[in-house]
């Protein structure tokens, strides 16, 4: 008994010690540097501490998103001491958490926030998070269009503190909060301090966003404009929140990384690759293979079709991966081309048969320079006696060069509609991933090969 409690004793020692030390680096190091020393921990060692930090510490560490795990933290902390972090956090970094947490810890913590908190969370968390709704936060400033520079200087000192960013300075109607115009804080700076607000800046209306446009949108709005916020308005023009130019990164970090697993053929992670699940990881990657799986099963039929064809000329086997990945490869790059030209809006749904009249003549050339390459290297390896194509080499030369052209053609023209139709479908364009696109061209590209081969080859090998 002695030697066990000793022994709990010891390990406690060293543990505080770990934390004792950690706390020593993080109070050296930058904020961004303090997080990536963090994410290196086990979660138990990030519970233990946070428990440990001061308040203001956790609130400054935990607004960052790239902490791993930070809902989880929360949740393992006391009731009290995770209430005064919430309540302290940036509005949109807390309802990013939230949103995280199962309905059980979410109702064991909304009971200990503050009724400020509480409201502030209501209102963001009934927008969808890939909305502006989602993005924006509540904490800016705005102020009432009788007020004077000086007024607006001396309350902005008051009420910085709890202001994410002072990007600009809001102005509305005092009586219907109707928003009239932005003034960035330059502009305040360096103005008379006895003008009023509304003299301020460019006599204009500001450039607003309604709460359910997508993020992808809004990113291209900061991108268009060159802005650091943009305000979100309801319908009567009320001033409910904004966007900065941050939460657009993070967001934007999100939706590139989604679009990336999806070119992979596989549902989007939200954790570090480390961090996956043994079995969330079978999930997001399982379902995804047996559909295409399933889908190369046609493949196999399309061979049992022409099995005929193939008895009587082994050698077209031969052939079949080459003609198989060239048209995946030139699916793969159109598709590639065509979601990133829709993403940008370069492209409309409009422009579909522009893009078709594009495609066809560069497929055309791609694949007859495919075909030119595929024709000489049979010429080569039949003169130099790397393999005996038979006496009728120059056909098969001729099938293979025909058939990769009409293959790229194929391959280009599927790969650059398909992300046209999802579109068009209401779905997101990345789903046209790679191995979709490949999958698709894999079964036609057969049926073509297969098909010039029984028109050049009918009569001599078939």
Known sequence: MNQNTSTYGATLDTTNLAITTLLEQISLLRTGDAVELINELDLD?????????????????????????????????????????????????????????????????????????????????????????????TEFIVVPSTWTADQTLHYIRKVESSRETVYAIYVEDPV????????????????????????????????????????EEVARLFRKHDLLA???VDE????????????VLDAMTAETSEDAYKFGGMEAFTKPYMQIGFFEMLRKRGGWLCILFLSEMLTAS???????????????????????????NSGSQATSLLIRALALQDLKLGDWWRVALRELPTGLVLGSMLGLIGFVRIAVWQKTGLYDYGEHWI????????????????????????????????????????????TLVDVMG?????????????????
């Not at 810890?105 to 890939?130: I, Q």
């Not at 779905?427 to 046209?432: I, K, Q, Y």
């Open 176 to 215: 219907t909060k109707v928003l009239q115009r932005a003034v960035t804080l330059r502009r305040l700076i360096t103005s008379d301090p006895d003008a009023q607000i509304m003299n301020i800046g460019r006599d204009e209306e500001p450039l607003t966003i309604p709460p359910l446009m997508d993020r």
């Open 302 to 328: 399309a061979m049992q079709h022409f099995e005929v064809e193939l008895e009587k000329a082994i050698v077209l086997a031969l052939f079949i991966p080459l003609i198989m990945s060239s048209g995946g």
């Open 45 to 137: 060692d990030k519970v233990a501490l946070f428990r440990t930090l001061s308040i203001d510490q956790a609130v400054l560490l935990l607004d960052r998103p790239e902490l791993h795990y930070a809902d989880e933290i929360i949740d393992s902390l006391d009731n009290i001491r995770a209430g005064e972090i919430l309540n302290g956090m940036s509005a949109d970094r807390a309802t990013d958490i939230f949103h995280e947490l199962d309905w059980p810890s979410r109702n064991r913590l909304f009971a200990v926030l503050s009724p400020e908190t509480k409201t502030t969370l209501k209102k963001l968390m009934f927008y969808p998070a890939d909305t502006a709704g989602g993005l924006m936060t």
């Open 236 to 247: 009567e023009h009320h001033l409910i929140g904004i966007v900065t130019v941050d939460d």
């Open 446 to 462: 057969l049926v073509i090969y297969f098909s010039v081969a029984v028109i050049f080859l009918t009569g001599t090998l078939l």
């Open 395 to 438: 056909l098969i030369g001729i099938t293979i060069g025909v058939a990769l052209v009409g293959i790229v053609m194929f391959g280009s023209l599927t790969g650059s509609m398909l992300p046209f139709i999802l579109q068009r479908l209401g779905l997101d364009p990345a789903s046209a991933s790679a191995p979709f696109v490949a």
């Open 230 to 232: 943009i305000p979100v």
